[in-house]
């Protein structure tokens, strides 16, 4: 039981990207530590060992689709 | 397989780009990641005739939507000032097709093109560009080349890879969102503008008309606490004439207003356009600008095979070129967007009373001095720097 709220715990602290996404590439644009890359066409992938949770992204996202 | 150079990105920059190589006899590669070139536009699609016709391509009327004559610029407190007339025509275009046009029209140069094909990485070998990693439906595949032009976009990943810093500052970035709109009441030929931190703070709004009553409808917002989306569903909301209209189409995009990147060139690598942050920092728009460099880049890296020397040194042509070019304009439209910002919704009322009461473009310092004796030194400032 406690190994699951870990990692709800965990879960809860990673960066979420929403479906409302539209592949802008406005949020990598704008990472200042280069923790985000638009692949391919429809996919931004998240190093979290890179984000610093500065929230560039979240407040640069035209669609509102990311929460840090 | 091997070219002499890999072109990543067929927007307008690289389908420029491919197209001036290909032209000169270079073996081209033009790589886009989308499976359709043009699509999904991330544009407002606003450009001048001047620049287009300068660059020499064939304009069809495919992909023109409409052409304008100017703009109505309304101040927050709704003052309207007239910016059109004949000096001031444009076209909005239909970007799908003007983006695919401009790589059929490097293809028939000679390039070759490949969608769907995303450039993941580069093969770097004595500090020098060798090659570019590419993926095409499953298959990754290496393509051998002499340099690279970088044409990818706000998110550019081979400036990055390089060393090149393509990053933007958020208070720098806009944050745009716009809807295609059928069913509106606008003018055919008119654009319309409008400013005020309440309509799109730090940034502003527009109507640019592609038909009778069809328009793409957007802002841009910098340093706000909604997205851009909830901003333009209230201004359209707020505004009668496009209240009642019908959604057919969403954009979203960042559009940077730093101006261009430090440095845009590497040991084989040139960024152009949007990569390079090409954009008026003003106005928001880059289409020129990005194939203008397009041009140079194509130009300069044939002088550059004929030397076989694509070292930095010799790729530096490239900026000293593109900044004669594009660069006064670009660093004037900074000059006047750092005074904009200083501004408050008031002020820049009272600059929409004062320009509203003078013929745009036949204006002196004199007129404005003479008129603006009651305004704060800060509007003067700014009205100076104007002229």
Redo the contacts between chains.
């Keep these: 039981m406690e190994k699951f709220l870990w990692c709800i715990l965990l879960l809860a602290k990673l960066m979420k990207i929403s479906k409302a996404c ?1 592949y ?3 949020c ?5 530590s ?1 923790a985000l ?5 429809e996919s931004v992938v998240v190093n979290e060992k890179l984000c610093i949770k500065c929230k ?1 992204c979240e ?6 689709a990311i929460r840090v | 397989m091997r070219c002499d150079f890999v072109v990543v990105g067929a927007g307008p920059g690289g389908s420029m780009a491919a197209k001036t190589l290909a032209e000169k006899g270079a073996k081209v590669l033009l790589v886009e ?3 359709e070139i043009g699509v ?1 536009v ?1 544009c407002a699609e606003a450009t001048g005739i001047e620049g287009l016709k300068a660059l020499g391509i064939k304009i069809k009327e495919k992909f023109i939507a409409s052409r304008t004559r100017g703009a109505y610029v309304y101040s927050p407190d709704g003052t309207l000032v007239d910016i059109s007339g004949k000096e001031y025509s444009g076209y909005i275009l239909e970007r799908r097709l003007f983006d695919k046009y401009l790589a059929i029209y490097a293809a028939e140069a000679g390039a070759e093109v490949r969608t769907r094909t ?1 450039a ?1 990485d580069l093969l770097i070998k004595d500090n020098a560009v060798k090659g570019v990693f590419l ?1 095409q439906f499953n298959k990754r595949f290496l393509v051998e080349c002499k340099a690279v032009v970088g044409a990818d ?5 081979i400036g ?1 890879r390089v060393g090149l810093n ?5 208070s720098q ?1 806009t ?3 716009q809807f295609e709109m059928v069913g509106i009441d606008v003018h055919e030929d008119i654009m319309e503008l409008y400013f005020g931190r309440e309509v799109a703070p730090g940034g502003y709004a527009w109507v640019f008309p592609k038909g009778k009553d069809i328009a793409n409808v957007g802002l841009g917002i910098r ?1 706000a606490n ?5 901003y333009l569903k209230n201004f359209i909301n707020s505004k009668k004439h496009l209240r009642n209209g019908k959604i057919s189409g ?1 954009v ?3 559009v ?1 207003v730093q101006g261009p990147v430090e440095k845009t060139y590497s040991n084989g690598v040139v960024l152009v356009g949007d990569a390079a942050r090409h954009v008026d920092p003003l106005t928001g728009g880059g289409i020129y600008n990005a194939m203008k460099c397009g041009v140079i880049a194509g130009e300069v890296l044939i002088e550059a095979l004929e030397k076989d020397n694509f070292s930095e040194e010799s790729l530096a042509e490239y900026e000293k070129r593109w900044k004669q070019a594009i660069g006064s304009a670009l660093m004037r439209s900074l000059r006047v967007k750092e005074g904009l910002e200083k501004l408050n919704d008031e002020q820049l009322n009272q600059i929409a009373k004062v320009l509203s009461s003078l013929k745009f473009g036949s204006v002196d310092l004199k007129d404005i001095t003479k008129i603006s004796e009651e305004l704060p030194p800060e509007v003067i400032e700014f009205l100076q720097g104007l002229l």
């Design positions: 539209c802008c590439g406005t990598v644009a704008v990472c200042p280069n890359e638009l692949c391919d066409c560039a407040k640069a996202c035209p669609v509102g | 990641k989308r499976p999904p991330r995303y993941y993926k976009g706000i998110e550019s990943k990055r393509t990053r933007t500052k958020l970035m944050s745009n969102a340093n909604k997205s851009a989306l909830e969403i979203v995009g960042g940077p």
